[in-house]
């Protein structure tokens, strides 16, 4: 049973650049959710996505905008980078918008 | 406002001794949820365990339970007979829906780094 999947682990960027970041969800589930982790700090909610529609959008600037695809999975873009981007992306995936969300490795963003 | 407050940002526990952390939440809908996860040095988070603000026994999973008190707004985990393989940041989180439930949102705390000491 695979679970969240998330590609790249580990990319490097400069600012103003734009980046993408993918997630594949775990067998079975529906619902994709992305998270910025900064150093030191809790995850933060950025949207959540079902049914190829973007639900739910935590505080951050358009700058950062999503897809989903008809197979579920996702991807995260961000715009014009800035050096605050910097961060541990997480993608977490659920069967429904309501139940248990399970995380990928994420994937570490350093913006330079 | 901060929803989820946990106020110890580091924990010592000696290897097969039982730990409590602290969790503290703020919502006014009726009906959330509350997680903990545990992080490794190697960032993926790890869901542990579980409980609704309907269910009327604290969960518990394995070595882990949840200290669930509704009225005091807090959702304590504890990890018994601890190992050395618990080091690692805990967070707490709350789950929030929509009035028509059509998403979630997820709000974490701090965290609480553990080490377990042999």
């Known amino acids: 049973d695979a679970g969240v999947t998330q590609s790249p682990t580990h990319l490097i960027k400069t600012r103003g650049q734009q980046v993408t970041l993918r997630c594949s969800p775990k067998?079975?589930?529906?619902?994709v959710s992305w998270y910025q982790q900064a150093l030191g700090q809790g995850p933060q909610f950025i949207f959540q996505?079902?049914?190829?529609?973007?639900?739910q959008r935590g505080n951050f600037p358009d700058r950062f905008s999503g897809h989903q695809f008809p197979n579920y999975s996702s991807e995260l873009n961000v715009n014009a980078l800035l050096l605050g981007d910097s961060a541990l992306y997480l993608c977490?995936?659920?069967?429904?918008?309501?139940?248990?969300?399970?995380f990928g490795p994420g994937t570490r963003l350093l913006v330079l | 406002a901060q929803k989820i407050t946990q106020t110890q940002p580091g924990m010592f526990v000696q290897e097969k001794e039982a730990v409590t952390l602290d969790c503290t939440y703020d919502?006014?809908?009726?009906?959330?949820?509350l997680f903990w996860y545990k992080q490794p040095s190697s960032g993926e988070m790890i869901f542990l365990i579980y409980?609704?603000?309907?269910?009327?026994q604290n969960a518990t999973e394995g070595r882990y339970s949840l200290n669930f008190q509704k009225a005091r707004k807090s959702a304590n985990l504890v990890i018994s007979a601890s190992q050395l393989g618990d080091s690692a940041m805990y967070f707490c989180?709350?789950?929030?829906?929509?009035?028509?439930?059509?998403?979630?949102?997820?709000?974490f705390g701090t965290g609480t780094k553990l080490q377990v000491i042999p």
């Open positions: 977490a995936s659920s069967f429904g918008t309501a139940e248990t969300q399970y």
């Open positions: 067998s079975g589930h529906d619902t």
């Open positions: 996505y079902y049914e190829e529609e973007e639900r």
């Open positions: 919502t006014s809908d009726p009906s959330y949820g």
């Open positions: 409980q609704g603000s309907y269910d009327q």
């Open positions: 989180a709350m789950r929030e829906s929509s009035v028509s439930g059509g998403y979630q949102k997820v709000t």
